[in-house]
C-alpha cells in the first residue's frame, strides 16, 4: 500500500498529547487536537467548549524548551472537543490516543473512534504502560489490523526514542511503514518492541536507575558521588541520575517501578523494583523534583544568589552541594576514547571502579536475560536505551568495551547470571555482540547464531563505520574520509570541535584534494556539536601576548579558508547538528549549500566575547543584505534586520528559525530530519551539484553598502539602547565597529565594494577588539567559567 500521511489526529491535550501534535506540524503535517469539553459548556460558544484544548496547546507553546521549530508552525493546528469535532477524524490518515492512562477510558475512546474513522486508517496508543493489546478488545478486524502502540518519549521533539509496539493482529505492512516513517520524517530511533510491561527503553533505563538506588541505599553514596561517576565521563547526559529523576519527576519514577514490580512477577530482578524507604518519604513530602521546586536537588536563593543544595538520604536533610573528586575519574581525563575510558574506569580500585563494576555487571546481566522476552535483538536494547535515555553506548556497546569474555567470568563471580544464548555465543567462538564490515555495523543475530545488518540503516553513512578502513589523511584535529562516488568528508575531532590552525589546515587538505582526485567535499561530523567556534583560548593568548602580527596571521588564515570553501573548483557542503556557532556559522555561510539537521542552533554569537564576526561572517552578513536590497525597500531596516542579528548574538532555535534569521537560505539550504541520514543527504546533494555541472563562483565586487546612512543608524542605535541601560558602554564601542563594517564605512553615498574590502575591514575590527581591556576580560570569563561577561 502506498500510504501517506498528510493529516493526523491527536485525541488527549495535556503534555504529551500537545507536544506529539507539535512535532507532526513540525515536520509539515496538518493536526486536529481533540480534548474532552469543560463541564458545563455552553452549547453554541466554540471557545469555551475548546477551552481546555487550547489552553493545553497555549501552555505548550510557550513553554521552554519550544516543541515546535518556528513560531509559524502553530498555524497547521486545528483544535476542538470529542464531541462536536470527533467526527473530523474521518479526514484523518493517522490518529495517536494520548489520553489519561487507564484502560477503560482508552477503550471508551476507542470505541468512539471507530464510529468515524474511515477503514485503513492507523490508530496508535502513546501507553507507557498498558498492554497493548487489551486496548483493541472488541474492535473490528480492519481497527486491530490498523492498531498498535507508538510511545513518543517527553519531550517528543527532543528525545528521539519511539517505540512500535504491535499486538498479534496488527499488519506487518502498518508496522513497517510506521519503522520507516517514524525514522525518517519524524527523525526518530524507532524500535519495534514487544507488548511487554514497560516495554525496551523503560523496562532497562528504570532497571538501571533503581539499581543504583539500591545501590546506593546499601553503601551509603551520596547523589552528588553518584551524578559524578554517571554523566559525560561515560558518556551519559550531564543531568546525570539524580539530576535527571528531578526533571522526570520522583512520582513518574515510582509509578513505573511500581508498575513493573505488579506486572513482572517472574522477572529474576523483581526485587530491584522495590522502592527504596526514602524515596517514599520523598514522595510524602512532595519532593518530586523540578514540578515541586526540590527533589534530589533544590535551588535557594542566599543574598541574591544562587545556592545549590543536595539531599542527605540518610538524614533527609538539605546540605550544600559537594564537589566531588575521584582518583580513577582524574586518570581518566585525558582519555578522549569513551570506550577506552570506560574500560579503565571499570578496572579502577577504588571506590568509583567498585560502583561502575556492580552497576554494570548487574545492567549487562539482566539486559542479556531479557532477551527473548522484551525483545528478539540485542541492538534493540541498545537504540532505545540511547535514544530514549541519552547514553552514547548501550549495554551491549559498553559490554564490548569492556570485552565480553573476561566480563562474563567477572559477572558470574558476583553471583549474577547472564543469558545462556551469550554463553552459547562465546562457545561458537563469536566474542562481540557487534562488528564493523564494509562500513556497515553489523550485530550478532541470536536466532541465526550469525552476524546480521541491523534493519533499516541500509542508506546510513556513519563515520565511526567507515572512518577505520576509508580515512585517506588526518592530523591532530580532523580526518578525511572516502565516503564514495567521489565525495570526501572532512570531520573534526577537537574540543567542542573549535576550530584552529589544525582544523584549518584540515579543511584547505581535503578541498586540495577533493579538487585533484574528488568530485565534490562535505563538513560534517559526528560529534556532540558541529562546532562551537573558532579557538578562543587560542585567541585569548595571542592577545594577552599583544602578538598581534600573529593573530593577524591567524585570522587572515581563518578567513582565506572559508573563502576558499566558497570559491573551490569543487562544490563543499556544509552539513550542522547541534552547536554550530561562530566559526561554525560563518562556514555556513561560505558554503554552496547547507544541509543541517532540524536540531542546528546556528548563530554569530562573537558579540558575546567582545567581538564581532571576524572569519568572513560580518562580510557575509553584508553581502546578503547587498543582496536583499531590491528597488523600492527600506533598505536601512533591512540593514538594522541584519545588524541586530549579529549585535543581539541571535542563535537559532531549530534549523528552520535560522531561515528566518538570515543563516540559511530558502531555496537553496535544507534541512534534514534524522540525524543518521544526515551525511548520506548531504553526500548526495554534494554529488548533485557536481553532476550538474558545477561552476568555480566568481568573487564579488558588486556588494552595495549604504555608507554614512546606515553607519549613522548603527551609531545612533547603540547610543540609544546605552541611554535606556540595555548595553554597556563597551557594547556601543562593538557596535560601533560592526556598523562600520556591514556599512562599508564612512563613505557618503551607497557604493560598490568588494569582498575583500570587507574582510580587510572586518579583521581589522576584530584585532582592534582584541587590544581592549573589557574584550579580554569576556573572553576570560568564557573560558574560566563559561559565563557571558557583559561589562
Known amino acids: ?67 515546535i521549530y518556528r513560531k509559524s508552525f502553530d498555524r497547521r493546528i486545528s483544535t476542538g472537543n470529542f464531541e462536536d469535532n470527533m467526527k473530523d477524524i474521518a479526514s484523518c490518515d493517522w490518529i495517536i490516543e494520548v489520553v489519561i492512562e487507564r484502560l477503560d477510558i482508552k477503550q471508551q475512546v476507542f470505541a468512539n473512534v471507530e464510529k468515524f474513522r474511515k477503514p485503513g486508517t492507523i490508530v496508535t496508543s502513546n501507553t507507557s504502560g498498558i498492554p497493548i493489546h487489551l486496548m483493541s478488545e472488541g474492535r473490528s478486524d480492519d481497527f486491530k489490523k490498523h492498531f498498535c502502540g507508538t510511545h513518543f518519549f517527553n519531550p517528543p521533539r527532543y528525545l528521539r526514542l519511539l517505540e512500535i509496539i504491535p499486538t498479534a493482529d496488527t499488519s506487518q505492512e502498518v508496522i513497517d511503514f510506521l519503522m520507516h516513517y517514524g525514522e525518517k520524517f519524524l527523525g526518530k530511533t524507532t524500535v519495534l518492541a514487544k507488548d511487554t510491561p514497560a516495554f525496551i527503553g523503560n523496562r532497562i533505563g528504570v532497571f538501571s536507575i533503581m539499581h543504583i538506588l539500591q545501590y546506593v541505599e546499601q553503601t551509603g553514596m551520596t547523589v552528588e558521588e553518584v551524578d559524578k561517576l554517571t554523566g559525560p565521563v561515560i558518556g551519559h547526559p550531564k543531568s546525570a541520575t539524580f539530576r535527571t529523576t528531578d526533571v522526570v519527576g520522583l512520582d513518574t519514577l515510582v509509578l513505573v517501578a511500581n508498575g513493573l514490580a505488579a506486572n513482572a512477577p517472574n522477572d529474576e530482578e523483581n526485587a530491584t523494583f522495590k522502592v527504596p524507604e526514602f524515596i517514599n518519604k520523598m514522595v510524602e513530602n512532595k519532593w518530586l523534583g523540578s514540578k515541586t521546586g526540590q527533589g534530589f536537588f533544590k535551588k535557594d536563593i542566599v543574598d541574591g544568589k544562587p545556592d545549590f543544595m543536595a539531599l542527605d538520604l540518610k538524614s533527609l536533610e538539605y546540605k550544600p552541594s559537594q564537589k566531588i573528586k575521584f582518583a580513577a575519574l582524574d586518570a581518566a581525563k585525558p582519555i578522549d576514547d569513551l570506550r577506552t575510558r570506560i574500560k579503565m574506569l571499570t578496572a579502577a580500585k577504588d571506590k568509583a571502579g567498585d560502583f561502575y563494576r556492580a552497576t554494570f555487571y548487574a545492567l549487562f546481566a539482566y539486559a542479556s536475560n531479557r532477551i527473548p522476552e522484551i525483545t528478539d535483538d540485542l541492538y534493540k536494547i541498545d537504540d532505545a536505551v540511547k535514544a530514549g535515555f541519552g547514553w552514547e553506548l548501550g549495554p551491549f556497546e559498553t559490554w564490548d568495551a569492556l570485552g565480553v569474555i573476561e566480563t562474563v567470568k567477572a559477572i558470574e563471580a558476583t553471583g549474577k547470571k547472564v543469558a545462556p544464548w551469550v554463553h552459547d555465543m562465546l562457545a561458537s567462538g563469536i566474542d562481540t555482540f557487534y562488528k564493523v564490515e564494509n562500513g556497515k555495523k553489523l550485530y550478532y543475530n541470536i536466532q541465526d547464531k550469525a552476524y546480521k545488518l541491523i534493519p533499516g540503516t541500509e542508506s546510513f553513512i556513519l563515520l565511526d563505520n567507515i572512518r577505520p578502513t576509508h580515512t585517506i589523511w588526518k592530523n591532530s584535529g580532523t580526518t578525511i574520509t572516502d565516503i564514495g562516488d567521489g565525495i570526501l568528508n572532512i570531520e573534526f575531532h577537537t574540543k567542542m570541535n573549535a576550530i584552529g590552525g589544525e582544523v584549518l589546515e584540515g579543511i584547505n587538505k581535503a578541498i586540495d584534494l577533493a579538487e585533484k582526485d574528488y568530485r565534490g567535499l562535505v563538513i560534517s561530523n559526528e560529534g556532540e556539536n558541529f562546532s562551537a567556534g573558532a579557538n578562543v583560548a587560542m585567541i585569548f593568548m595571542m592577545a594577552v601576548e599583544q602578538e598581534y602580527d600573529e593573530l593577524d596571521f591567524a585570522i587572515r588564515q581563518f578567513q582565506n579558508t572559508m573563502m576558499r570553501i566558497r570559491y573551490s573548483s569543487i562544490p563543499v557542503v556544509v552539513a550542522p547538528h547541534n552547536m554550530a556557532l561562530g566559526g561554525g556559522c560563518e562556514m555556513c555561510l561560505h558554503a554552496d549549500m547547507v544541509v543541517a539537521h532540524a536540531e542546528s542552533y546556528i548563530g ?39 545588524f541586530l542579528t549579529i549585535g543581539q548574538a541571535k542563535v537559532s532555535t531549530s534549523a528552520y528559525e535560522a531561515f528566518d534569521l538570515g543563516y540559511l537560505r530558502p531555496g537553496k539550504d535544507v534541512v534534514v530530519m534524522s540525524l543518521n541520514r544526515l551525511l548520506a543527504e548531504a553526500k548526495a546533494h554534494c554529488l548533485a551539484l557536481a553532476n550538474d555541472g558545477y561552476t568555480r563562483p566568481v568573487p564579488r565586487k558588486d556588494i552595495k553598502v549604504l555608507g554614512n546612512e546606515a553607519l549613522g543608524l548603527g551609531y545612533v542605535g547603540a547610543n540609544t539602547m546605552l541611554s535606556g541601560h540595555y548595553i554597556s558602554e563597551h557594547d556601543v564601542k562593538i557596535s560601533q565597529k560592526l556598523a562600520f563594517v556591514m556599512s562599508g564605512g564612512d563613505l557618503s553615498q551607497p557604493t560598490q565594494v568588494s569582498e575583500q574590502y570587507l574582510l580587510d575591514m572586518e579583521r581589522e575590527a576584530f584585532l582592534s577588539l582584541c587590544t581592549e581591556k573589557k574584550t579580554m576580560e569576556r573572553l576570560q570569563s568564557i573560558l574560566n567559567g563559561g559565563k557571558v561577561l557583559r561589562n
Do not use: W, Y
Not at 500510504?3 to 512535532?23: E, N, T
Open 1 to 67: 500500500m502506498n500510504r501517506a500521511i498528510k493529516k493526523i489526529a491527536v485525541l488527549g491535550s495535556g503534555v504529551m498529547g500537545s507536544r506529539i501534535a507539535c512535532h507532526f506540524a513540525n515536520i509539515g503535517v496538518e493536526v486536529l487536537l481533540l480534548d474532552i469539553l469543560p463541564k458545563d459548556a455552553p452549547e453554541n460558544d466554540k471557545i469555551k467548549r475548546n477551552k481546555i484544548v487550547n489552553d493545553a496547546l497555549d501552555a505548550a507553546l510557550k513553554s521552554t524548551p519550544s516543541p
Open 604 to 642: 554569530l554569537v562573537e558579540f558575546g566575547v567582545g567581538l564581532i564576526p571576524g572569519g568572513g561572517g560580518s562580510k557575509e552578513f553584508t553581502v546578503r543584505l547587498s543582496d536583499e536590497l531590491q528597488e523600492g525597500d527600506i533598505e536601512l531596516n533591512n540593514f538594522r534586520n541584519r
